[in-house]
C-alpha cells in the first residue's frame, strides 16, 4: 500500500488540474489519504462516546499510551509516566545547560525543580527501555499487529464476509469506483468537492503505486502487511526528499548524496496540512494558531490526545461534510450484503463524531511521524561539539557523583553506538532486534544517568555558594551527558524506524546492509528500488506472528498459487509518480476497463501479459479527462483492487468459497 506522504504530493502535482482554492486545501489533502482513512475508523459502533478503535489504531494506541502516560486498554485513565514529558525535559534542560556552561553564567542555570525532573526523567525513560518492561510492550503490539488484517488463510474456515471486513480493506478491496464515483457526483461546495477531487488523485495512486511496493515487501498487504507499511515508509521518505530536491539517478546513485539532502520527512509537519486550510469557518482553527507557536504547540498535542481519550470536548468536522462522507459510502456499499450493517441507522451526530475520531487519529499519527520536534521522536539530536580543550578524551568515572574524578578508562570518544545492520541481524524478528536495540539504549542511559549526577551535584552546590562551581569539571561533565544522550536518541530513532513506526532520514537512505557472504548492498537498493517479479510472486502470508514478525526481510514462506506478474519493472520510485517513460500503454489507462478479464485471469493485459498503465500522474490526467463518462448508477469507474493484490492491475475480487486463491471471482465486475 502506497503510504499518506506520497499521495499529498500526488494532490499537490494534480492540483493543477483540480484548482482547490487554498482556503480549502486541508480537504484536499484529507482526500488524498483516501481508502486509507479506513485504517482509522472501526467496523462496528458500540455507541460509546468514544468510538470503537480499528485494528491499526490499537497499535498506535500502545504507542501512544506510552507517550502520553495512559492506560492502554481504558484510555481515560492516566497511567505511568509520560516519556513524551521525559524526552522533552531531557532535550529542555540539555540546552539550558549548554547556554549556561557556554556564558558561564549561573543565573541560567536550571532550577532545583528542573534539575531533579531532569534526573527522573532518564530513571522513567531507563525503566521503559529495560528488557523487562518490554517484553509485555512489545509482545503486546506484535498480538496487535499480527491481528491487524483478518483475510487469514485457513483451510477450515471462510474468509470474512464483506460487511465483516475491516473497513480500511472494504474501501481498498470492494466497490473502488462506484465510491469513487457517488463521491464525485454527490460533492456539494468547495470542501466536498476538494475532498472528492484528492480522493480520485489517491485512487490513481494506489493502483500505480501499490504493485511497486508490493514487488519489495514480496506480496500485497494482504500477504505482507506489516512489512508492506514498512516498506510504503522507506519510499515515503525517498519521495519526500527526492522531490524537494529534483533528484534524478544515475543507476543507484542520486545527483545529490543522500547525506546531503536536508529535507527529512521527519520534519515535514503533515499534519499541519489537514488543518491549515479548512474552509473560512475552520473548526481547528484555534488548533492551528496554537501549533504554529512553539511555546504552544506541545500543549495542542495533549489537547488532541485528551479529545481522542474522551477526556476533553471534541472539535468537530463540519457535520455537513461527515454527513458527505457516511452517505457517500452508503450509497457505494448498499446491497449484496457489503455495506457494514452498524452505518446503515448511523445518526448524523454519531456520524460526526465518529469521522472526527478518525481524523483526530489520522493527525496525531502524521504529527508522531512528520513533527514531533523531539529527538528520538523523528527529530535529530544534534551531534555535540568538540571536546572541550581542558577536558580527559576518556570518559569519567562517575562512581560517586559528588567527587567525578577522571581517572584511567578505555578511551571513548565517542561512546560506542549502533553498527551497521548485517544480513543476519535484519533476518532476526523484529522483537530480537528490538531487545538489543533496548539494551544499548539502558546502557547509554545509564552512563547518561551518571553524567547528571555529577552535573546536578555540581550545579546544586552552585545555587547554595556561587564560587564553588567548576565551570570545567561542568563543561567535562555536560560533554559526555550530550554523546550519551545523542546515542540513546539514536537508538530510539532506530528502533522506531525497524518496527515500522518512524521514517528513516535521508542519511539512512543509502546505509550499508553487510550481508553474510562479505559482500555489502545499499539499502536504497534493497527496501526503496522496484524489483521486476514475473514468476515468484506473490509469496504466502506468514501462518503465525513469530514468522509475521521477520519482515525486515523478503518473506521465506512459499509462492502463492497461482503466480501471478507483481511488476514489471525495477526502478525508483519516480517511475510511478511521474517518469515519462512509464506512459499509459496500448490496453489505456486506469479509467478502461481491462483488456482481458474473466474469473480466472482478471489481470489488465497487452495480448496475453500484464501491461504497464501508465504513472500515477498521467493516470490522473486520464480519469479527471473522462470523469464525465462515470455518472449515474452503471457507470462506476473501474473497480480495481487498491492492494494490487494478487497482481498488476487486479480488478476487485473475492474468494468463491474458502480461503483458497485458485478459486476466486470478479466481485464489482
Not at 128 to 157: C, E, H, R, W, Y
Not at 435 to 454: C, K, P, S
Amino acid at each position: 500500500m502506497l503510504g499518506i506522504p506520497t499521495h499529498f504530493l500526488l494532490l499537490e502535482h494534480a492540483n493543477e488540474l483540480f484548482e482547490i482554492d487554498s482556503a480549502n486545501l486541508g480537504y484536499g489533502y484529507l482526500g488524498a489519504v483516501g481508502a486509507s482513512l479506513g485504517d482509522f475508523i472501526a467496523n462496528s459502533d458500540s455507541g460509546a462516546p468514544v468510538p470503537d478503535p480499528s485494528p491499526y489504531w490499537k497499535i498506535w494506541n500502545e504507542i501512544f499510551a506510552r507517550l502520553f502516560g495512559y492506560d492502554a486498554a481504558n484510555p481515560q485513565n492516566d497511567s505511568g509516566p509520560k516519556l513524551l514529558d521525559s524526552l522533552t525535559i531531557l532535550h529542555d534542560v540539555l540546552e539550558k545547560l549548554k547556554v549556561a556552561s557556554q556564558t558561564r553564567d549561573t543565573n541560567k542555570l536550571p532550577n532545583s525543580v528542573e534539575l531533579t525532573n531532569f534526573a527522573q526523567a532518564i530513571t522513567d525513560l531507563r525503566t521503559f527501555v529495560d528488557l523487562a518492561s518490554q517484553a509485555g510492550f512489545t509482545g503486546k503490539t506484535g498480538d496487535l499487529i499480527f491481528a491487524s488484517v483478518n483475510m487469514k488463510p485457513n483451510a477450515a474456515q471462510k474468509p470474512p464476509a464483506a460487511e465483516k471486513l475491516y473497513l480500511r480493506d472494504l474501501l481498498h478491496w470492494r466497490r473502488t469506483g462506484r465510491f469513487l464515483r457517488v463521491l464525485l457526483e454527490s460533492a456539494q461546495g468547495d470542501n466536498e468537492t476538494g475532498y472528492a477531487n484528492g480522493y480520485l488523485s489517491s485512487y490513481a495512486g494506489k493502483v500505480c503505486g501499490s504493485p511497486f511496493i508490493n514487488s519489495i515487501a514480496g506480496g500485497p498487504y494482504r500477504t505482507t502487511w506489516w512489512r508492506n507499511r514498512w516498506i510504503a515508509n522507506w519510499v515515503d521518505a525517498w519521495v519526500y526528499g527526492a522531490y524537494r530536491h529534483n533528484i534524478t539517478m544515475s543507476g543507484d546513485t542520486p545527483s545529490v548524496p543522500y547525506a546531503s539532502w536536508k529535507f527529512n520527512l521527519a520534519d515535514a509537519n503533515l499534519h499541519l496540512r489537514l488543518i491549515e486550510n479548512l474552509g473560512a469557518d475552520n473548526p481547528f482553527a484555534t488548533l492551528k494558531d496554537a501549533m504554529n507557536k512553539p511555546q504552544d504547540a506541545m500543549n495542542a498535542v495533549k489537547m488532541v490526545m485528551n479529545m481522542v481519550r474522551g477526556k476533553q470536548d471534541l472539535l468537530k468536522l463540519p457535520p455537513g461534510f461527515c454527513k458527505f462522507w457516511f452517505d457517500s459510502f452508503k450509497a457505494a456499499y448498499l446491497g449484496d450484503g457489503v455495506l457494514p450493517g452498524w452505518i446503515s441507522d448511523l445518526g448524523d451526530e454519531r456520524k460526526q463524531i465518529i469521522l472526527t475520531h478518525a481524523f483526530l487519529r489520522l493527525w496525531l499519527v502524521l504529527w508522531f511521524q512528520t513533527g514531533t520536534g523531539v529527538p528520538g521522536l523523528g527529530a535529530e539530536a544534534a551531534t555535540p561539539d568538540p571536546i572541550p580543550s581542558n577536558c580527559s578524551s576518556d570518559k569519567p568515572v562517575w562512581e560517586d557523583p559528588s567527587s567525578p574524578l577522571y581517572v584511567s578508562a578505555p578511551a571513548s570518544n565517542p561512546p560506542p553506538i549502533p553498527q551497521p545492520e548485517t544480513e543476519d541481524d535484519t533476518a532476526q524478528t523484529v522483537s530480537e532486534i528490538l531487545a538489543a536495540i533496548f539494551t544499548g539504549g539502558y546502557y547509554l542511559l545509564g552512563q547518561a544517568l551518571l553524567a547528571v549526577g555529577a552535573i546536578i551535584f555540581g550545579v546544586a552546590s552552585t545555587k547554595d555558594n556561587p564560587t564553588t562551581l567548576n565551570w570545567d569539571q561542568l563543561a567535562c561533565a555536560l560533554y559526555w551527558y550530550e554523546w550519551y544522550y545523542w546515542g540513546f536518541c539514536d537508538v530510539l530513532h532506530k528502533a522506531l524506524v525497524k518496527a515500522g513506526f518512524s521514517f528513516p532520514r535521508a542519511n539512512e537512505l543509502d546505509e550499508t546492509l553487510f550481508k553474510t557472504d562479505g559482500s555489502v548492498e545499499s539499502l536504497g537498493t534493497e527496501r526503496i528500488k522496484s524489483r521486476s517479479v514475473r514468476d515468484n510472486y506473490p509469496m504466502r502470508q506468514p501462518p503465525d506472528m513469530l514468522t509475521m514478525a521477520a519482515w525486515l526481510v523478503p518473506p521465506t514462506t512459499g509462492i502463492e498459487s497461482p503466480i501471478t506478474v507483481g511488476y514489471l519493472d525495477a526502478a525508483y520510485p519516480n517511475f510511478f509518480i511521474d517518469d515519462g517513460v512509464n506512459r499509459i500503454g496500448p490496453a489505456g489507462g486506469l479509467s478502461d476497463t481491462p483488456g482481458l478479464i474473466d474469473d480466472a485471469t482478471p489481470l489488465k493485459t497487452d495480448g496475453n501479459a500484464a501491461a504497464r498503465t501508465g504513472n500515477a500522474m498521467d493516470n490522473i490526467k486520464d480519469l479527471w479527462r473522462n470523469k464525465d463518462r462515470f455518472q449515474g448508477a452503471g457507470n462506476d469507474f473501474p473497480s480495481w483492487n487498491l492492494d494490487a493484490d494478487r497482481g498488476m492491475y487486479y480488478w476487485t475480487w473475492e474468494f468463491e468459497d474458502l480461503y483458497d486463491t485458485t478459486k476466486i471471482k470478479i466481485a464489482d465486475g
